[in-house]
T-cell receptor, first 116, second 112 residues
Framework: NAGVTQTPKFQVLKTGQSMTLQCAQD?????MSWYRQDPGMGLRLIHY?????ITDQGEVPNGYNVSRSTTEDFPLRLLSAAPSQTSVYFC??????WGLGANVLTFGAGSRLTVL | QQQVKQSPQSLIVQKGGISIINCAYENTAFDYFPWYQQFPGKGPALLIA?????SEKKEGRFTISFNKSAKQFSLHIMDSQPGDSATYFC???????????FGSGTKLNVKP
């Protein structure tokens, strides 16, 4: 069981370039999400998905695009990279813990992106 | 505007001491409050969580205290150990959804 796998771990882009951060999970979780982590800001939700074919925006969606064609994969696309998108990106999958009555997030190891 | 405010930003505690991290929220619709622990180079991992129908939850050395009227909750780490040195995030969500709002994080350093 690999859990949540993110690739690449590190990436350097030039302003205006596009790229895709990959995320895959093997736990058959229905929910998947992308967060960015910036110093002093905690983790902020970019986009999330409640199942294949269904996505929605989070707190900071501008400049990012997502799609969910399978349960396992949830790629994050940067359309035209900007220096403000320099960050560490975390993908998470989650399941409903009925005992807690909430979703429990399982995070990947992160992808560090630098935009020059 | 940050939905969950966390303090302090950093904390240094001697081994065996008590570490206390505080969080406050405004949205009374929040009904699930987890704490996540993150080690360098790793993703955050769920540590402990609470719902607002209880005032305290304890798991081993980790305790969440919850004050619904004050809209505050805190993490207490008893008998802090060097292995507890990590960044801690509080979070909040409402309903059974996938949208979590995180605090800004507290970097804890436990001195041997």
């Amino acid at each position: 069981n690999a859990g949540v796998t993110q690739t690449p771990k590190f990436q350097v882009l030039k302003t205006g370039q596009s790229m895709t951060l990959q995320c895959a999970q093997d736990m058959n979780h229905e929910y998947m999400s992308w967060y960015r982590q910036d110093p002093g800001m905690g983790l902020r939700l970019i986009h999330y998905s409640v199942g294949a074919g269904i996505t929605d925006q989070g707190e900071v969606p501008n400049g990012y695009n997502v799609s969910r064609s399978t349960t396992e994969d949830f790629p994050l696309r940067l359309l035209s990279a900007a220096p403000s998108q320099t960050s560490v990106y975390f993908c998470a999958s989650s399941y409903s813990n009925w005992g807690l009555g909430a979703n429990v997030l399982t995070f990947g190891a992160g992808s560090r992106l630098t935009v020059l | 505007q940050q939905q969950v405010k966390q303090s302090p930003q950093s904390l240094i505690v001697q081994k065996g001491g008590i570490s206390i991290i505080n969080c406050a929220y405004e949205n009374t619709a929040f009904d699930y409050f987890p704490w996540y622990q993150q080690f360098p180079g790793k993703g955050p991992a769920l540590l402990i969580a609470i719902r607002p129908d209880v005032s305290e939850k304890k798991e081993g050395r980790f305790t969440i205290s919850f004050n619904k009227s004050a809209k505050q909750f805190s993490l207490h780490i008893m008998d802090s150990q060097p292995g507890d040195s990590a960044t801690y995030f509080c979070a909040a969500s409402k309903g059974n959804f996938n949208k979590f709002y995180f605090g800004s994080g507290t970097k804890l350093n436990v001195k041997p």
